[in-house]
């Protein structure tokens, strides 16, 4: 069979296909569908009770859903106030709250110092796992390469199947300590293999923090500036958890509810955070910013920016979508707090690198774009720019390549999708299982000699 044969025969097979994946629009219309898992008013449905982390961006009043500053709670604890005790006391956080996450509390400094040994420990990975897992089968994407690798790891594991809390516990450790390692490896090998670029692999110092270290393997020269560092710090520390509810995390538990192992659960939420409607959004946000700088020629020009954002929304520019990327979330109405924190920690960096004219045109994209999405949607409930709006930019800033900005999200991610997990095996108990209401009609057997 050709190439060509095969093409054409796959161009057939789809348009015969089209017809089969048509759903009655009378069945998804059904007021008790929850679509999404979402309730009518656009609230997520409840299926679970977690401690680990929160996301209030609204409160119910008499049955309706009534406007409020944001905020993001990890363990109880508010997520504004961790960044900024460690932005007052010039140290790197996300350690801290890793520790926070997965143990359940604050860390003393005796405990913390250990538990940074334990991840310094665990950084490297298994002998000859670069050689084997991944610079003999580059991948073109780095997030399908760590989840790859986070399965292998499954056969480098004595007791990989068994789910106690102790075993646990190694695992979301191990995993945590190698995700920054893997990514800059599988990076570096993807860089080399497909882009034609130098090979270079830096292995990780103990000394060093997380974001420290990710600077240093991702770098040629392995050098990056205290600022730097802090920069990204800042990063992990405001993507490390979002509530039980987020796409990934929910996978996660998800699949941890059938008692499989760590490696297959994690595997999963890497799965989903790929997705541009999930973890991917911040590439949509440069796509679109890229647009935007293209087209309008004097970035200073409010009318002129005004003018592009509402051609956006009615599908007469950037991609045709009519979404502007990062404005807008599930939970968060009048702000979200992280967005907020890249506000206002980026200005400097922003200064020192040369990016304030970009910085301030992804202020104006979320100054004018508001109103304007609430306008033309004829929108009731306010939104806000979320966390995707203003990340990207960071990662520019920092010298991050786009293909990077996912695969860090996961960096972060993997603490609370490890909590997560240790959460629903310990006290879920049931297995998830929703309901599909069928759509199709009966229909006989023919024998194939009669079908057309």
Not at 26 to 39: A, E, I, P, T, W
Not at 167 to 182: C, D, E, G, H
Not at 335 to 362: F, H, T
Not at 387 to 403: A, R, T
Request: aromatic letters at 8%; hydrophobic letters at 40%; a negative charge.
């Amino acid at each position: 069979m050709t190439a060509e044969y095969a093409k054409e025969y796959m161009v057939r097979l789809s348009e015969e296909m089209k017809g089969q994946y048509v759903i009655n629009p009378r069945y998804l219309n059904d007021v008790n569908l929850k679509r999404g898992l979402r309730n009518a008013d656009g609230t997520g449905v409840l299926v679970g009770v977690t401690g680990i982390g929160s996301v209030q961006g609204y409160y119910v009043e008499d049955g309706v859903r009534v406007p409020q500053e944001g905020r993001l709670y990890y363990r109880g604890i508010s997520m504004e106030d961790i960044v900024e005790a460690h932005r007052k006391s010039d140290t790197f956080g996300f350690e801290e709250v890793v520790y926070l996450l997965v143990v359940g509390k604050l860390p003393t400094k005796a405990q913390l110092e250990e538990f940074n040994e334990m991840l310094a420990a665990a950084r490297d990975l298994p002998k000859g796992f670069y050689e084997d897992m991944i610079l003999k089968i580059p991948s073109r994407n780095v997030m399908n390469k760590l989840a790859r690798c986070v399965l292998a790891l499954y056969s480098y594991d004595e007791d990989p199947d068994d789910t106690s809390l102790q075993n646990m516990v190694k695992q979301s450790i191990a995993l945590i300590a190698r995700f920054p390692t893997i990514v800059a490896q599988a990076y570096a090998t993807k860089r080399h293999h497909f882009d034609g670029k130098s090979l270079y692999i830096h292995n990780p110092k103990s000394e060093l923090s997380v974001s420290e270290n990710f600077l240093r393997m991702i770098r040629a020269d392995k050098s990056f500036t205290h600022n730097e560092a802090l920069l990204l710090d800042l990063m992990l520390m405001i993507q490390a958890e979002h509530g039980g509810g987020n796409n990934s995390a929910f996978v996660c538990r998800a699949l941890s509810s059938t008692m499989t192992d760590t490696y297959s659960a994690i595997a999963g939420a890497i799965g989903s955070l790929k997705g541009p409607l999930h973890g991917g959004a911040n590439s949509k946000v440069m796509e679109m910013f890229g647009y935007i700088e293209e087209n309008v020629k004097d970035w200073k020009d409010d009318e002129a920016v005004k003018d592009y954002l509402r051609r956006i929304v009615r599908k007469e520019a950037g991609d045709r979508s009519g979404k502007i990327y990062g404005l807008g979330h599930a939970v968060y109405t009048v702000s979200d707090p992280r967005a907020k924190l890249i506000r206002k920690y980026a200005v400097d960096v922003a200064k020192e690198k040369g990016y304030m004219e970009e910085l301030e045109l992804l202020e104006k994209v979320e100054e004018f774009g508001v109103p304007i999405l609430m306008e033309e949607k004829q929108m009731d409930m306010p939104i806000c720019a979320n966390v995707d709006l203003y990340s990207g930019l960071i990662y520019k800033m920092l010298g991050i390549p786009e293909e990077l900005c996912t695969p860090l999200f996961a960096v972060a991610r993997i603490s609370g999708w490890c909590a997560h997990r240790i959460e629903e095996v310990m006290t879920g108990g049931r297995l998830m299982r929703p309901a599909y209401r069928a759509s199709m009609i009966r229909v006989p057997y023919i024998d194939i000699e009669n079908r057309k």
